[in-house]
């Protein structure tokens, strides 16, 4: 857990951006989240989508990562791909709608970067947004924290 | 604290397996909706090979063309998981449950799978554990006695897990079972001294250990329940 809060520390002055910690689940500041626990960070039209440190943390090792074609629509809401982990698929959601520009084919080769590094290097697709207004509909970075620890708190 | 929370378990005796496939996707879709409460289907399946999301068909040893010869179908499913095999004497529970609203993810959820039939096992004395990383399912010392694969689609549940009670093993011969090589398929049968009561009793027990691992306080039961699942409106 300690080389967890290492790993954060260093993102965070490498990103330059202040960093929550919650329990032991990072969650970066300028980034939107869905509550299907999906990250989306947004540059002008162009979005990159993955899944949050929560969600790795509660999937388990990531074994398979089944991505979209290149072109392919996404939204809002909708499941793209899926994940498998401790022999579970679980669908992965798009925070946004639009068309998929590309895909981190890096994660046929190596799906454990979802675990390792769910913000950076095992981002999983990027979107060309359609509605960018959609944006309103997710969570910031302290909503997104409080709504982790509320559903933490229901087992 | 989460207040009162009711199960609702579906016996279902014999299913074939597309039919079962067919009712799950239909009941979590009306979950995902909360027209129906967190619901438990317990069943067995005639002779049948099943693939999980991967399609690791490398694992099935004997051509496919061969299975009708020997009894048994082939899915492909959207599951987690490798190759298995479910059949007669096989325990199986597919739960339809919402891990949103129990702040549950899939590592967690399936830790309660193992535990369900780990509870089981020592029911009857036998020792079970949770496999070693990456061998998700339950183990009795290197033989394998229950196994799982889990689809989560909108924080909703489906297949589930197979338990087995006295299947005939043999079939486990034409897979690699779960990918996993060199480790043996066991029974409760193979493992127990205890003489087994009726398979009926032993899929209630599989049950209630889930219903008190998952904290339901509520179970209702549902004897032959139609497959059509023609619902009443339920408040």
Not at chain 1, 98 to 126: M, Q, R, T
Not at chain 1, 129 to 145: A, C, F, R
Not at chain 2, 45 to 63: A, F
Not at chain 2, 127 to 150: D, L, N, P, S
Request: aromatic fraction near 8%; include cysteine.
């Amino acid at each position: 857990m300690a080389s967890k809060m290492l790993w954060a520390t260093r993102a965070a002055s490498y990103l330059r951006i202040s960093v929550v910690h919650r329990g032991f689940s990072t969650v970066l500041k300028d980034l939107k989240y869905a509550d299907s626990h999906e990250w989306v960070k947004v540059n002008g039209t162009a979005a990159t989508i993955g899944i949050t440190d929560h969600a790795q943390d509660h999937l388990g090792d990531v074994v398979y990562v089944e991505l979209p074609e290149v072109g392919a629509s996404v939204k809002q809401g909708d499941s793209f791909g899926a994940v498998e982990s401790v022999k579970a698929t679980s669908d992965v959601n798009s925070p946004v709608s639009g068309k998929v520009v590309e895909v981190n084919e890096e994660l046929s080769n190596s799906p454990a970067l979802v675990n390792s590094s769910p913000y950076k290097d095992g981002w999983i697709i990027k979107v060309e947004m359609n509605d960018s207004g959609e944006l309103k509909n997710l969570m910031d970075s302290e909503e997104y924290s409080k709504f982790c620890e509320e559903e933490d708190s229901k087992h | 604290m989460r207040g009162p929370v009711k199960l609702e378990v579906w016996k279902m005796g014999f299913v074939n397996y597309l039919d079962a496939l067919k009712l799950q996707e239909k009941l979590v879709s009306d979950r995902k909706l909360c027209r129906i409460p967190d619901t438990l289907l317990s069943l067995q399946h005639p002779p049948t090979y099943t693939l999980g999301k991967r399609r690791t068909d490398h694992n099935l040893l004997i051509p496919a063309s061969e299975l009708k010869s020997i009894g048994a179908e082939l899915h492909y499913t959207q599951r987690g998981g490798d190759i298995t095999f479910h059949g007669p004497h096989q325990a199986i529970l597919y739960p339809i449950i919402s891990l949103r609203e129990i702040g549950l993810g899939a590592r967690n959820y399936v830790e309660k799978l193992e535990s369900t039939m780990i509870e089981l096992s020592s029911l009857y004395g036998v020792k079970a554990c949770a496999g070693q990383k990456g061998e998700t399912g339950v183990w009795v010392g290197e033989r394998k006695i229950g196994a799982i694969g889990v689809r989560i689609s909108h924080g909703i549940t489906s297949h589930g897990l197979a338990f087995n009670i006295d299947p005939d093993l043999k079939y486990f011969k034409h897979i690699v079972p779960c990918g996993i090589t060199d480790k043996e398929v066991t029974s409760l049968r193979r493992e127990t001294s205890t003489v087994l009561p009726t398979e009926e009793v032993i899929h209630e027990q599989l049950i209630s250990c889930f219903a008190r691992l998952f904290g339901y306080n509520t179970v209702v039961w549902k004897e032959n329940p139609s497959l059509s699942s023609d619902h009443e409106e339920i408040e």
